[in-house]
């Protein structure tokens, strides 16, 4: 799969398959956010990955899920992920203006999950002191986010964006994403001209 085909296909996935993801495979994923861009390189972001059967349903229990459908995107048992890549900051190395930093190294590990047909979905919305309870984190570094990961088992579609940017299910099930149009979001030398 070539970059462009990547950036293409992937959308996120909130139905997963029962199938364990090789150990080596998460740290590739973690090993590709390290190496993303990040502003001054001063490298901010570090990474738990949970894949501990015992530590799945407690992680799960601190994650909203689709909230224009909610709660028909929620995972229904039997389709949970079954990893998480926490996505944590180091306050000590920066605390403000992180998050173009985290921007590019979540996008790296989407697209390197999807190259191993791994699906993903990027949470920002994480009951964040459960979370850091259950982690153990300690208090220098801030949640940013959870990365849900898993070998798909839905396969959403993209629509051109009409009146409403809110995804939907249609009877069958499948998820339906909205986008913008490109002629809507570019302009040629000046803004307004197509
Ligand atoms: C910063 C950020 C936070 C997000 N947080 C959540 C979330 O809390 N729960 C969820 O189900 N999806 C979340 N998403 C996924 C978006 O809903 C999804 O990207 C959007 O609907 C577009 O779909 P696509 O990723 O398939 O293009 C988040 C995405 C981003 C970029």
Redesign the pocket.
């Known amino acids: 799969m070539n970059v462009y085909e990547a950036l293409t296909k992937r959308?996120?996935i909130?139905k997963f398959l029962q199938q364990k993801i090789p150990h080596q495979i998460l740290t590739k994923l973690v090993n590709v956010g390290r190496l993303a861009p990040s502003g001054s390189n001063l490298q901010p972001i570090e990474y738990v990955i949970i894949e501990d059967d015992m530590l799945l349903p407690g992680v799960f229990s601190t994650l909203?899920?689709?909230?224009y459908i909610a709660p028909a995107?929620n995972p229904q048992p039997g389709e949970e992920p079954v990893a998480y890549i926490a996505v944590l900051v180091n306050k000590k190395i920066k605390e403000k203006d992180y998050q173009r930093d985290v921007g590019a190294a979540v996008q790296n590990i989407l697209l390197a999950a999807l190259e191993e047909g791994i699906g993903s979905?990027?949470?920002?919305?994480v009951a964040k002191n459960k979370l850091r309870l259950l982690l153990n984190l300690p208090g220098h570094l801030i949640i940013d986010?959870v990365i849900a990961l898993g070998y798909p088992a839905e396969s959403?579609v993209v629509e051109e964006m009409n009146d409403s940017i809110k995804?939907w299910k249609d009877e069958q099930g499948t998820l339906h994403?909205p986008k913008r149009g490109l002629e809507d979001i570019c302009h040629l030398n000046r803004y307004g001209v197509k």
């Open positions: 959308r996120t909130r909203s899920w689709a909230g995107g979905c990027w949470i920002g919305s986010s959403p995804y994403v």
